[in-house]
Antibody, heavy 117, light 110 residues
């Protein structure tokens, strides 16, 4: 069974940093592109970032470019999102998702990040 | 990276059909056959319902169908059931390894 479990969310002050993790199991993690998607409270889904199966190719939404870094450790079957210079507008539930044929076929349960003083 | 445009809401009675539109540009929806649709119930993670415009993952009822014409994609839910009441989001590949979601549509079963 495919499972994605996010962790690392919490309360952080504006300008602070946080690293999210997504532990994958039930599939060959190193064979898949992976993505992060976020959803602000009461709002819609927003694509955040994407990483190639070996970590060599990454892409970001304009809103997080230069502040967030996506990475992965295929030996640990884990996806990461390093978030720096956090702003109030980054407050959201962050989901990791597996990508198959340019679609997100499995999602984690999400982890809440709150940026507030 | 502007969001794709969806109607805020749609509704239908049980057994009826509802169609949700998703309008983008030639740089996303119109440029690639990589439109997908997601269903999200309150407090839950999204679920993939349609990929590559019109393909259904295993386990998704055939009441759900997708199509595309030009820069607009559509999701049709036929034979509406109570459990179909949820938020629906389209998403499209937008080139250069980027993606974009739609604004979301709340479907109400009357």
């Amino acid at each position: 069974e495919v499972q994605l479990v996010e962790s690392g969310g919490g309360l952080v002050q504006p300008g602070g940093s946080l690293r999210l993790s997504c532990a994958a199991s039930g599939f060959t993690f190193s064979n898949y592109w992976m993505q992060w998607v976020r959803q602000a409270p009461g709002k819609g889904l927003v694509w955040v970032s994407r990483v190639y199966s070996d970590g060599s190719i990454t892409s970001y939404a304009d809103s997080v470019k230069g502040r967030f870094t996506i990475s992965r450790d295929n030996a640990k079957n884990t996806l990461y999102l390093q978030m720096n210079s956090l702003r109030a507008e980054d407050t959201a539930v962050y989901y990791c998702a597996r990508e198959t044929i340019r679609a997100k076929d499995y999602w984690g349960q999400g982890t809440l990040v709150t940026v507030s003083s | 990276q502007s969001a794709l445009t969806q109607p805020p809401s749609a509704s239908g009675s049980p057994g009826q059909s509802v169609t949700i539109s998703c309008t983008g540009t030639s740089s996303d929806v119109g440029g690639y056959n990589y439109v997908s649709w997601y269903q999200q119930h309150p407090g839950k993670a999204p679920k993939l319902m349609i990929y590559e415009v019109s393909k259904r993952p295993s386990g998704v009822p055939d009441r759900f169908s997708g199509s595309k014409s030009g820069n607009t994609a559509s999701l049709t839910v036929s034979g509406l059931q109570a459990e179909d009441e949820a938020d629906y989001y389209c998403s499209s590949y937008a080139g250069s390894s980027n993606f974009v979601f739609g604004t979301g549509t709340k479907v109400t079963v009357l």
